[in-house]
């Protein structure tokens, strides 16, 4: 049993900053991809940030040089830092991994509960 649990989300001002976190337990061989989501009302659900297993990281145009993404793998735990928010950034942010339960088994994926973020003056 895979478990993701976040925390972080809130009400900030525009400009201002958040620290969403996304802790992974439960039956862990191997930890892939480590991702974040977004999804704002009447939207699709979007990337905003991926790192991989090698520490590569990648972002839509939207959040680059505003949000960054980061992973401490001894603690199963991938953060995701929000600097300069605008309303536009506005919804429930989901945590998603893909990791391996064990040696032979193909990789799955896995989401958070989701986290509210809401960029209000």
């Known amino acids: 049993q895979v478990q993701l649990v976040e925390s972080g989300g809130g009400l900030v001002q525009p400009g201002g900053s958040l620290r969403l976190s996304c802790t992974v337990s439960?039956?862990?061989?191997?930890?892939?991809?480590m991702d974040w989501y977004r999804q704002a009302p009447g939207k699709q659900r979007e990337l905003v940030a991926r790192m991989s297993n090698n520490g590569n990281s990648n972002y839509p145009d939207s959040v680059k040089g505003r949000f960054t993404i980061s992973r401490d793998n001894a603690k199963n735990t991938v953060y995701l830092q929000m600097n300069n928010l605008i309303p536009e950034d506005t919804a429930v942010y989901y945590c998603?991994?893909?990791?391996?339960?064990?040696?032979?088994?193909?990789?799955?994926?896995?989401w958070g509960q989701g986290t509210q973020v809401t960029v209000s003056s």
């Open positions: 998603n991994v893909l990791l391996s339960e064990g040696r032979s088994l193909l990789p799955t994926s896995y």
């Open positions: 439960g039956s862990i061989f191997t930890i892939l991809n």
